[in-house]
Each structure stands twice: as structure tokens, then as C-alpha cells.
């Protein structure tokens, strides 16, 4: 098991160099190295090479950073939602939170809304209305005997289509042009508008949230055999499961805050993982997070690259790829939910 994560810890940094280097503007692979050390270690860089040096440390580097943390959320986050409503087809948006999310982001993009915030609009406003659908889930959902899967399941996409359909009427009520393409682009996930600012924030919340759910593995293991069997073993289903959706919540609202929604990973990460390592969420947690995030940053990459200069929603990308990736492993793996 610790080879497979030291292994995969390192192809994440390579990918993260990669992706620095590549790009619309060609930047030589020697002077990617240098500039990432000058920046890591506060050196200088010569007059000439401002501009590069700008491109690399100011522009990609936090995408790229950003894109590992986005994929490392979404893809831990959808190891905990399938156990939490114990269904295969479930992700991190199946709770609404990502079209309530996009309700706030639109407001923005297309109606000028909170323009007082700056740069900080966008996310603020996305991941405000997270919370407020978050809110409206869990109260609508809760019942006398308490959060059910079920009732989770349906609850989150009954509003997640109501959502939806409030995004749909600013889309066709706002005026066309680059207003309208800016939404689908944050509706389909983009990164293209990564900053320094925002590293900070998405990776504390993804590393408490990880964190936390690593410490729960044992108690994930008994959730996903079931309410009774869990019960028996010690655990609190109603009170994990009510744990479990804020804390998801929270991730999958911050990290949609900062790149919008970016499908697929969530749903076909964990299922990909466990059939390298079983069902048992010590190993799933370990290895979901950091295979998420490489495929996160390539994506990024391949979004960059195959129409530049122009780009590709993210979202696009991950599900092109991984949609006959995860069907290729499926017919070859036998694989079961839960299990081989």
C-alpha cells in the first residue's frame, strides 16, 4: 500500500511540473525548473524572462495547484457520498449542492450581482448559495428517523432540478455573447480563473475535510454494510450520516465555489480505486485523493491544449476520458460495488 501512494505522490508532482510546462506559450522545460525554484525560494529572475516567469508562477502554477486540490476534494468527497447513501452511482453533487451552487454563480456572471466584492464575487456568491442549498437539503430531507439514504438521494435531486431550472431562466433571460459562454463555462467546470488567493482556502478546507474522513474509515467500512450491521458494530448511522453531509457539503461546496462543476471525477475515482485496493475506505482514502488529483490536472491540461488557444470546459475533458477508461476497467475487472 505505501509504495502505491509514495508512486503516485510522485507522479503527482511530475504532473504538476508538467502542467506548469505546458501551455499555448511555449516555455523551455530549463526554464520551468527555474523559475519554479526562484519562486519557491524567493530568488531573482533576469529582466527578459519577467514575462515567462509571470506565465509559470503567477498564472499556472496556482491552476495547476488548484486543479490537484479540485480533484483531490471531489474525488475523496465521492468515496464518503456512496457510503453515506450506500448507492454506486452516487457523487458529490447528487446532495444539490453544486446546482445551488451555480444559482449563486450565475447571479454574478450574467445579472452583475455582489459586483462590490471584486474578484472575490464569484466564489463568494457560489459558495453562499452551496450553503443555502445545503440548508434547504438537510431540512427537507431530515425526518423523525433522522437522515436516510433514501430520503437524501431524492431530496438532493428534487431541488438539485429546481436549481437547474432557476440557472436555465438566467441563461435564457440574460443577454447572449461572452456573458452566456462564461456561465456554461463555469457550469461545465473551468479553472481558467485560478488564483494564488484561492489556494489557500480550498486546500484547508479539502485537508480537514480528507482528514476527517481518514479518521472515519472504520466507521465508513460498517456504514456501507448497511444501518442494522453498523448499528451492531458500534456506530451511529443517523448521527455519522448527518456528520458526513456537512462535511461533504462543506468540500463540495468550496471546491465548486472555486472551479465550478466539474463532473465525473467524484463518481468514477472511487470505483476505479477500489478496484485496485477492495472496498475497505482505509486504502480507498488514501489512494482516491491523489489519483483524483493527477487526473484533475491533466484534464487541465488537455482542456488548454487541444483548442489553443482557445479553451475546453475541464468537465468535458474529465468525462471524454473517463467515461470509456472507467467502462474499459468495468467489463475487464468484474468488479461489484463494494467490493471486487
Known amino acids: 500500500m505505501l509504495p502505491l501512494v509514495l508512486g503516485l505522490a510522485l507522479v503527482l508532482a511530475g504532473s504538476v511540473v508538467c502542467g506548469v510546462g505546458l501551455g499555448a506559450a511555449g516555455i523551455a522545460w530549463a526554464d520551468v525548473v527555474r523559475f519554479l525554484w526562484a519562486g519557491g525560494t524567493g530568488g531573482s529572475v533576469r529582466a527578459a524572462d519577467v514575462a515567462a516567469y509571470t506565465i509559470v508562477w503567477e498564472i499556472r502554477l496556482p491552476r495547476v495547484v488548484l486543479g490537484a486540490v479540485v480533484g483531490a476534494g471531489l474525488a475523496a468527497v465521492g468515496v464518503a457520498v456512496q457510503a453515506m447513501v450506500r448507492n454506486a452511482l452516487a457523487d458529490p453533487f447528487v446532495l444539490g449542492i453544486s ?21 472575490w464575487a464569484l466564489s463568494v456568491s457560489a459558495f453562499g448559495s452551496a450553503l443555502l442549498a445545503m440548508a434547504l437539503v438537510y431540512g427537507v430531507a431530515r425526518s423523525g428517523t433522522g437522515l436516510t439514504p433514501l430520503r437524501l438521494v431524492l431530496t438532493g435531486t428534487a431541488l438539485a432540478y429546481g436549481f437547474e431550472a432557476v440557472t436555465t431562466v438566467m441563461v435564457f433571460g440574460a443577454a447572449r455573447g461572452e456573458a452566456a459562454r ?11 480563473g485560478a488564483t494564488w488567493a484561492q489556494v489557500p482556502i480550498a486546500a484547508a478546507t479539502v485537508v480537514a475535510g480528507w482528514v476527517w474522513l481518514r479518521a472515519r474509515a472504520e466507521a465508513l467500512n460498517a456504514l456501507a454494510m448497511g444501518d442494522e450491521t453498523s448499528a451492531a458494530l458500534g456506530v451511529r448511522p443517523e448521527r455519522l450520516r448527518r456528520e458526513l453531509f456537512v462535511v461533504t457539503a462543506a468540500v463540495t461546496g468550496t471546491v465548486v465555489a472555486v ?29 482516491a485523493p ?23 470546459p475541464v468537465g468535458v475533458i474529465t468525462a471524454v476520458v473517463g467515461v470509456p477508461v ?13 467490493g471486487r
Open 259 to 287: 472551479s465550478g462543476a466539474v463532473g465525473f471525477v467524484g463518481l468514477m475515482v472511487p470505483h476505479v480505486v477500489r478496484m485496485v485496493v477492495g472496498a475497505d475506505h482505509r486504502r480507498v482514502l488514501a489512494v
Open 290 to 312: 491523489l489519483v483524483g488529483a493527477v487526473l484533475l490536472v491533466w484534464a487541465d491540461v488537455l482542456s488548454r491544449l487541444l483548442l489553443a488557444p482557445a479553451e475546453l
Open 182 to 192: 462564461a456561465a456554461m463555462m463555469w457550469l461545465l467546470g473551468s479553472l481558467g
Open 326 to 338: 472507467f467502462l474499459l476497467l468495468m467489463r475487464r475487472g468484474g468488479y461489484a460495488f463494494g
Open 99 to 119: 446546482s445551488g451552487a451555480a444559482v449563486g454563480a450565475n447571479a454574478v456572471i450574467l445579472l452583475g450581482a455582489f459586483a462590490g466584492l471584486g474578484v
